[in-house]
């Protein structure tokens, strides 16, 4: 058999202007691309931590070398899975997601197909992804919007988590009137703020609040959800694929991320038991390059919304061949993720 490696960079990406949610703001993202290679072919994976479920770039960098050997054989993804799990049972999603995408996109390229078509997924049109404002000066909020808008752009998710949140929501529904508005809190209400807020976004015609309450308050989100006329969506909440089925009592939809779950067959899986429990289904994404974007891409085709605008918001993608037409992404069709290094 050929000899195989499997090798990592870490990069600091940027976004063209400060992001900021209910938790922080920041303008620099450590992410660390791994490639596996056999047999001529490659496959890439992107692993894009995030500090609220534990991961930083010194613990990818920690964890890789013990994570690394599970990819044996690409194609075995049930085997790569248990062996991953074997050294690290719940932690270090990204690490997993971007050792997974690398052994799915090495079996895509050695058959020469594009992942969606080697994992029989949907050729359908993507849902139309949501631009987001993030969270900041109300000032700086109202051009962010304004100019998503002259961009194009036809959704827009608006972060919030402060004590003017009414004010930033009336204020965005002013300033762009005829675009679906979304709104994510990012686990930053208190149930009684909630509740007084469903009446501020359902005046302004907002299509779903996304994780309105701290993650682990499922009874908060339950009695939440018997009140609202708008879509409840979790978010922080879900953290592993078997979270789905306890969701699925407090919440109307999930927010799919692969760097969250462990990678896109993780994904998949979590996509597929919540339409099993009667749930919506959002593909979402971090802040990460148009690889791990791509990734998403991939199978966003089967979901009611997408918010993969990830890279749109970065000012220095090292990956080029997405196709974006304001907030419509095109599904990927060149072999593998179908992004190429610039």
């Given at each position: 058999m050929d000899a195989m490696s499997v090798t990592?960079?870490?990069?600091?990406?940027?976004?063209?202007?400060?992001?900021?949610?209910a938790r922080w703001t920041h303008a620099s993202y450590p992410r660390t691309f791994v490639t596996f290679a056999q047999g001529g072919v490659e496959g890439r994976g992107e692993a894009a931590p995030n500090a609220f479920y534990g991961e930083t770039r010194g613990t990818v960098e920690a964890v890789l070398p013990l994570l690394a050997p599970a990819l044996t054989d690409p194609w075995d993804w049930e085997g790569l899975r248990e062996r991953l799990g074997a050294v690290m049972p719940f932690h270090h999603p990204s690490v997993k997601c971007a050792l997974e995408m690398a052994a799915v996109e090495w079996c895509?390229?050695?058959?020469?197909?594009?992942?969606?078509?080697?994992?029989?997924?949907?050729?359908?049109p993507l849902p139309e992804s949501s631009y987001t404002v993030s969270l900041g000066e109300l000032g700086v909020m109202r051009g962010e919007a304004r100019e998503a808008v002259a961009r194009g752009h036809g959704v827009l998710k608006v972060k919030l988590g402060t004590?003017?949140?009414?004010?930033?929501?009336?204020?965005?529904?002013?300033?762009?009137?005829?675009v679906a508005l979304r709104v994510d809190a990012n686990a930053a209400w208190t149930r009684h703020r909630a509740?007084?807020?469903l009446g501020v976004l359902e005046a302004a015609g907002v299509e779903f609040v996304e994780q309105p309450l701290a993650a682990g308050d499922?009874?908060?989100?339950?009695?939440?959800?018997?009140?609202?006329?708008?879509?409840?969506?979790?978010?922080?909440?879900?953290?592993?694929v078997s979270d789905v089925r306890a969701l699925a009592n407090a919440f109307d939809g999930v927010n799919l991320k692969l760097a969250k779950l462990g990678g896109p067959?993780?994904?998949?899986?979590?996509?597929?038991l919540a339409r099993a429990h009667g749930l919506s289904v959002m593909m979402g994404c971090m802040i990460e390059s148009s690889l791990g974007i791509a990734a998403a891409a991939h199978l966003a085709g089967l979901c009611d919304w997408a918010d993969l605008d990830g890279a749109l918001l970065?000012?220095?993608?090292?990956?080029?061949?997405?196709?974006?037409?304001?907030?419509?992404?095109?599904?990927?069709?060149g072999v593998g993720w179908g992004v190429e290094l610039k």
């Open positions: 990592w960079e870490t990069r600091e990406l940027h976004t063209a202007r400060p992001f900021g949610i895509a390229r050695s058959a020469g197909v594009p992942v969606w078509r080697l994992l029989g997924l949907s050729p359908s004590g003017q949140d009414e004010q930033i929501v009336e204020a965005l529904r002013e300033e762009a009137p005829h509740r007084r807020l499922l009874e908060g989100h339950a009695e939440l959800r018997r009140f609202a006329r708008i879509p409840v969506v979790a978010d922080e909440s879900l953290h592993h067959l993780q994904a998949l899986g979590a996509l597929r970065l000012g220095d993608d090292p990956f080029t061949g997405l196709k974006w037409e304001a907030g419509r992404l095109s599904r990927p069709e």
